[in-house]
């Protein structure tokens, strides 16, 4: 037993988790609030089967953070809560208001923050059974990939960055990469890249598929017209939330080492 002048190795171990626990629900807070308010800031438009339908906003920057700094638990969580407030912005803020036209957008980033997050180790523990979370985040990139194709085969180049995330995660499941928080220039965001990716796709995933089978947009749309805007769109989120999540990750080194589960 030891007393307040005098803390076991225990009791300093509770104290640790305890903190830590603490930092990433109040990150998931502010990583919410931040994805609902940049939903409003629009960077380019959305083209639907009869031309503009709206505007895509900021946040697919801010999607991918929920599972590398929150892990695949912490990060669907928190990535639904965002998506909650999504959708009540855009009852309200016009820029914001693609998600009501496409409304399975909402579940983009509670879907990014558990694929991504799975995708951190090639194990991660789940209710006390290890898995390998990148060969499952590259299941379900499968299928997305073979939903869009059966419909939209015509314009079959379109899921390209579907392809990217799942050679990415295949290389995960196979090397793990770890954030160095010492690394310098180039390569402190370049290790980071490999989840952006991941997380832009399936953040992405759910307004293609609300696309496809809920606006019923048709092949020529998607290959000629929407594909050179969103290879764009992805790239830029891709670098964006790479120097995003290389910063927080060197401020908070621990966030890394927590966002297991």
Known sequence: MSTDGDMGPQDE????????ETKLHAVGMILAAIYGVASAIPISAFFGSVGVSGSIGLS??????????????????????AGVIQAALATVIPSAALALAVPTMVLGPSVSGLFTGLALRPWTTVAGKRIPGPSITII????????????????WWFPAVYFAAVITALLLQVKEVRF??????????????????????????????????????????????????????????IVVSAIIASVALAAFSDLWTGTTE
């Open 140 to 155: 379900y990139l499968l299928l997305v990939i073979i939903l869009y194709e059966i419909p939209e085969y015509e314009a």
């Open 13 to 20: 171990m509770e104290l640790l988790t305890g903190v830590s």
């Open 60 to 81: 697919i920057c801010i999607a991918p953070l929920f599972g590398i700094l929150l892990g695949p638990k912490r990060g669907f969580a928190y990535g639904l809560v």
């Open 180 to 237: 160095d928080p010492s690394a310098e220039g180039w390569k402190k965001y370049l290790q980071v890249v490999p989840f952006t990716i991941i997380g832009t796709a399936t953040d992405f995933s759910m307004m293609t598929l609300g696309a496809v089978y809920l606006m019923g947009i048709p092949a020529p749309v998607f290959g000629f017209v929407i594909f050179p805007f969103m290879l764009g769109e992805r790239i830029a989120a």
